[in-house]
């Protein structure tokens, strides 16, 4: 698993644009002897193109969507339960995705790193291990302190989209004691078909949404803009929706308090919008955790909570704030819709929004795919 090889298997859905572009940039780079005697002679520079345009094809034919790829890292384990004999590794990621950089001299039209997005990163999670053997060779070791391990996973990279981002399956995973590999501690497979786990997860689209993170500001955990990353933390309580043009919809619904829930709603994989809303009336310790969030995280004043709406702008982003769910009512104005969340709950509800953020860019983004 590196940069050059994924940059080779990209090559079959990237446009021709880009790979003539590559293609030029590795003879400018590489075979520049080659490249400056004929740059002004288009006849010899065309054959020369075409030279290594094969060149890269024929390197590229030996990469598919099944071709098995290696990639090992060293990483620590959190526990091992001798009784069921399960050895769980610490996530070594961040969430579900890994970025693999691109060794690059010029700009050659290519990302600077492909993202993998495993479908099915919960296979390190829970080992099945030799629980004997295990043990004996946590006992061998001089300091019985060191939890270090190394972990080799095989994986096919189906799909490539938006440019940038891979769909990734691990199929197997094999435990060694270290990066020699003298000793398998442990070997998982996965039972699954590639195409059911990557149909049947979040990301399954991709990354298709570019638009940039806005860190200004994070409120209740959540950043506008923010890439999806850790998919498994709140797959339980997100529904796949409606397309907006080529981005998928997402929304998840979460309890935030004991009255209160947490709405994101996901376009193309990035945060679109983050809702706070009022189930039923608030107790007195959710209107002091939600007003001092509201205080500190989105820089408002206490005043606030004397207005029925305020409404402000701040770092290309929109907010709206209603102060009914803090005095145990209910209007028109403040009774919360699910707008994106697709036609089943495209519908008024009971529940009062207290706080939505949205950013300039995605209402732009969104009148644009209408």
């Not at 829970?126 to 939890?147: A, G, M, P, T």
Request: proline letters at 2%.
């Amino acid at each position: 698993m590196n940069g050059q090889n994924l940059t080779l298997l990209s090559f079959k859905d990237v446009a021709h644009e880009d790979f003539d572009k590559y293609v030029l940039n590795l003879i400018q780079t590489q075979h520049s002897d080659e490249y400056y005697p004929v740059r002004k002679d288009p006849k010899k520079l065309k054959a020369l193109i075409k030279k290594y345009s094969d060149k890269v094809k024929e390197s590229a034919s030996k990469f598919t969507g099944q071709t098995h790829f290696r990639w090992g890292h060293r990483v620590s384990y959190e526990k091992f339960d001798s009784n069921q004999s399960l050895l769980t590794i610490r996530n070594f990621l961040f969430g579900s995705s890994k970025a693999v950089p691109v060794n690059k001299s010029l700009d050659d039209g290519l990302p600077s790193n492909f993202l993998l997005l495993i479908a099915n990163i919960d296979m390190i999670e829970n080992i099945k291990i030799d629980s004997e053997k295990f043990q004996s060779f946590i006992d061998s070791r001089e300091n019985n302190k060191n939890k270090m391990l190394y972990l080799e996973m095989i994986l096919v990279l189906p799909k490539f989209q938006n440019r940038d981002n891979f769909q990734a399956v691990i199929k197997e995973i094999n435990v060694y004691d270290s990066s020699k590999k003298k000793v398998l501690l442990a070997n998982r497979k996965e039972p699954a078909q590639t195409s059911d786990l990557i149909n049947d997860w979040m990301l399954s689209d991709g990354y298709s949404n570019k638009l940039i993170g806005i860190h200004a500001f994070s409120f209740l955990g959540y950043r506008l803009q923010d890439l999806l990353r850790d998919v498994n933390a709140i797959k339980d309580y997100c529904d796949k929706s409606q397309k907006l043009g080529k981005h998928q919809v997402y929304v998840c619904s979460r309890p935030y308090g004991e009255n209160t829930m947490i709405v994101i709603t996901f376009i193309g994989g990035i945060v679109a919008k983050i809702d706070l809303v009022a189930k039923s009336e608030l107790s007195q310790k959710e209107k002091k955790v939600v007003a001092q969030s509201i205080m500190t995280k989105l820089g408002q004043s206490k005043s606030i909570f004397n207005e029925t709406k305020v409404q402000w702008s701040k770092y290309n982003s929109d907010f709206v704030f209603y102060s009914d769910a803090f005095f145990g009512q209910k209007s028109e104005a403040s009774k919360y819709t699910y707008s994106f969340a697709g036609s089943e709950k495209q519908k008024e509800t009971d529940f009062t929004l207290i706080v939505s953020m949205i950013s300039q860019e995605t209402k732009q983004l969104i009148e644009n795919n209408k």
